[in-house]
């Protein structure tokens, strides 16, 4: 108590003891609104060594001045360094007469397929024309989910509102096949009929199951899409840590390439089941580096939102 | 095995107790930071952690300890007993009767891996000679019935569903009196994804369970789920009647303990746990065996008295 009342008076120079007992707080808190422990830890490490030394202001308290540090520091960590913008990206492979391609990958049933349909709405809603290639050949109904997909967002979308063309378009081969072989093809087509954007679903796969990070790296090589979605549930914990890093080191190990394809952002799921833990988004940006291209807010096709960092934030730091 | 990773971190905790000279203080606060760690990177709830520290914390009075009293098998056992805790409800698990009607109903999170988990527990005890059947009461997901469907068909488990009826608890009643009349004796009801958020759904899961009354409802977990779990598994407790919890994907990487959360917030014991997409990546789960591998002491039974 009389320690914060001479924080309050004096201006000071802020030391580790200062400092590590509010960290430490600030850690848990953290880990309560899900971040991962070891990227909590990290994250306070270097907001705490930032901010060693430096004279706190005549009015701030010790916990405030940590606080407003974290909040930039996290801030800064959500907002990209790189933007990714899809619909001027497809724009111009259109003018180069290509089919722009976009691979969602992830693990079991973190909303890949559902939120590969709300990015088709999205962009059929922008006047672009969609395939759509069912390289889920695993799991079972994967397909039929694609399909009725497509049946619904061609309702939506009569071919009468596009030119009496087909908005949606499937490319499916059933189940059991390879899945690049189907990707391939799929984007063939769309380039003969032309077709502006192919989506390809692929199955969810554990990211330690090497036969499977195997076969997605050779999707993901042979097929050269201009975007790999990493697709995440912002329910997930420690493990956005270990998948995110497993996953991209796959796609650069199997790859044999100088400059592999990783993953290039990421789509944040479920974001409407986890009220204020929103800690998977730390997660994920402070591991790949990479921008949270959309966030899943739902399951009908206008529940796709861009991150809003400050909302975000200001979740994660409230008490 | 599941686990396996958080068991190793603990027992070197543990075994930091048998290396030091004197056991004082110090020693069982670093001890129990590491333990603690060890569970918050295995995701279990931050508040079970701090809780059993606390709990551990209070057993252990070094002031008020007898001189001879050994104190590194109390801080042994009054560790061991907090993380017995933390997966046994102590409650026993309900078990299907023979030659009777048994409805068990799956709920859960979205895509936490109910359907692929129903086929798993209806072939579980087929094998075992019980006459058992699938309903899909799921009209929402695109596909869920044709999952089921082709799931069914390919272990010969029959089943029930609809492409035209909208409203899954008419297709619920209707699976289950279907099954009730042909004698089937375990006859599994998948449900749609749903959260706590969206009351409708809640809503939902309610009216399909007051036509099926499930003998057993079952709630299923994500091994890779993180701090956000104990809210919702609290929410399906107070809706339905939570009494067994499944938690699925254990063959990642996951470690499960944000799944235990929901073992605490129903009360409800872990009765399987699924290990992979095929139908036969499915093992039965029984508590007191797992935490003393886990712990990887096989003499650890011992150290608690029941
Ligand atoms: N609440 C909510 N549910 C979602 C969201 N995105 C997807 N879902 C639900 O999550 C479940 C799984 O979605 P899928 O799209 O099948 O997931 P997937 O990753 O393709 O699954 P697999 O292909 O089996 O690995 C479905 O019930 C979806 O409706 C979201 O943003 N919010
Ligand atoms: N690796 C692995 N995958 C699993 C396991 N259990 C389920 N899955 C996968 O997880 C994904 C989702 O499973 P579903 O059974 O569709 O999940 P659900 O809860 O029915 O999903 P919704 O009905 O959309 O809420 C699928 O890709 C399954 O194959 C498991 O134990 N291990
Ligand atoms: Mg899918
Ligand atoms: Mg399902």
Redesign the pocket.
């Known amino acids: 108590m009389f320690n914060v009342f001479k924080n309050l008076v004096s201006a000071k120079t802020l030391t580790h003891d200062d400092i590590q007992p509010i960290m430490e707080k600030m850690k848990d808190h953290l880990i309560a609104k899900n971040v991962a422990a070891d990227i909590a830890q990290k994250l306070c490490d270097s907001v705490a060594s930032k901010l060693e030394g430096k004279v706190l202001g005549t009015f701030s308290g010790v916990t405030s001045t940590v606080k407003t540090a974290l909040q930039e520091a996290c801030i800064q960590l959500l907002s990209p360094r790189r933007r990714v913008d899809i619909l001027r990206d497809a724009m111009e492979a259109k003018q180069q007469r290509r089919p722009y391609v976009i691979t ?1 990958c ?13 990015v088709c709405f999205w962009l059929v809603e922008n006047g672009f024309r969609v395939l759509i290639a069912a390289c ?1 050949t695993f ?1 079972a109904g ?1 397909v039929e ?1 694609l399909r009725t997909h497509t049946r619904k967002l061609n309702a939506l979308h009569p071919p009468e509102s596009h030119n009496g063309q087909q908005a949606v378009q499937l490319y499916e081969k059933g189940y059991g096949k390879d899945a690049a072989g189907i990707a391939m093809e799929a984007i063939n087509c769309a380039r003969d009929t032309r077709i502006d954007v192919v989506l390809i ?5 554990m990211q330690d199951n090497e036969p499977l990070m195997r076969a997605l790296a050779k999707l993901i090589k042979v097929n050269t899409p201009d975007l790999v979605l990493f ?1 995440g ?2 329910l997930v914990g420690n493990e956005a840590v270990d998948q995110l890093t497993k996953f991209n080191q796959a796609l650069a190990d199997h790859s044999n390439m100088e400059n592999p394809r990783i993953i290039d952002g990421i789509l944040l ?5 986890i009220d204020d833990k929103v800690g998977a988004a730390i997660s994920m940006t402070y591991i790949t580096g990479q921008p949270i291209v959309f ?5 009908t096709y206008t ?2 939102k861009n991150l809003n960092a400050k909302a975000v934030v200001h979740s994660l730091l409230k008490s | 095995m599941v686990l396996a990773d958080l068991g190793r971190k603990i027992t070197t905790a543990l075994r930091s107790l048998s290396n030091a000279t004197i056991i004082n203080e110090e020693v069982l606060n670093s001890m129990l930071k590491e333990i603690c760690k060890a569970l918050l990177e295995a995701d279990v709830n931050i508040k079970l952690v701090k809780q059993l520290r606390e709990n551990v914390r209070s057993v252990i009075d070094f002031d008020e300890m007898a001189a001879g009293l050994n104190k590194r098998r109390m801080i042994q056992s009054a560790v061991f007993k907090e993380l017995v805790k933390l997966i046994d409800p102590g409650i026993k698990a309900w078990t299907p009767t023979k030659g009777k009607n048994n409805v068990i109903m799956f709920v859960g ?3 936490s891996g109910k359907t ?1 988990t129903c086929t798993k527990l209806a072939y579980y005890y087929m094998k075992k000679g019980w006459k058992t059947c699938l309903i899909c009461a799921d009209t ?5 019935f044709d999952q089921l469907k082709q799931n069914a068909t390919k272990a010969r488990i029959p089943f029930y569903g609809s492409y035209t009826e909208p409203d899954p608890v008419v297709i619920a009643q209707e699976g289950v009196e279907k099954f009730k009349d042909e004698g089937f004796e375990i006859i599994i009801v998948d449900t ?4 706590k ?2 009351d409708s759904l809640f809503e939902e899961m309610l009216q399909v369970s007051n036509v099926t009354s499930p003998d057993n409802t079952v709630f299923v977990m994500d091994a890779s789920i993180g701090q956000a779990c104990e809210n919702q598994a609290k929410a399906f407790k107070e809706k339905v009647d939570v009494a067994s919890v499944i938690i699925t994907k254990l063959d990642g990487h996951a470690k499960g303990g944000g799944a235990l959360s929901a073992v605490a917030a129903t009360r409800s014991p872990v009765i399987f746990i699924g290990t992979g997409e095929h139908i036969d990546d499915f093992e039965p789960f029984k508590v007191q065996p797992f935490v003393s591998k886990l712990l990887g002491m096989g003499d650890i039974e011992g150290l608690i008295d029941k």
């Open positions: 969602f992830g693990v079991n049933g973190v909303g890949k397929s559902t939120n590969l349909a709300k889920d799991r994967a989910q679903d692929t199955a969810g796969r697709v549930e912002a799921t479920k974001f409407d089941t966030v899943g807010t739902g399951q529940d796709l | 999170l979205q895509g692929t929402f997901r695109a596909g869920a749609s994804g749903r959260h958020q969206e």
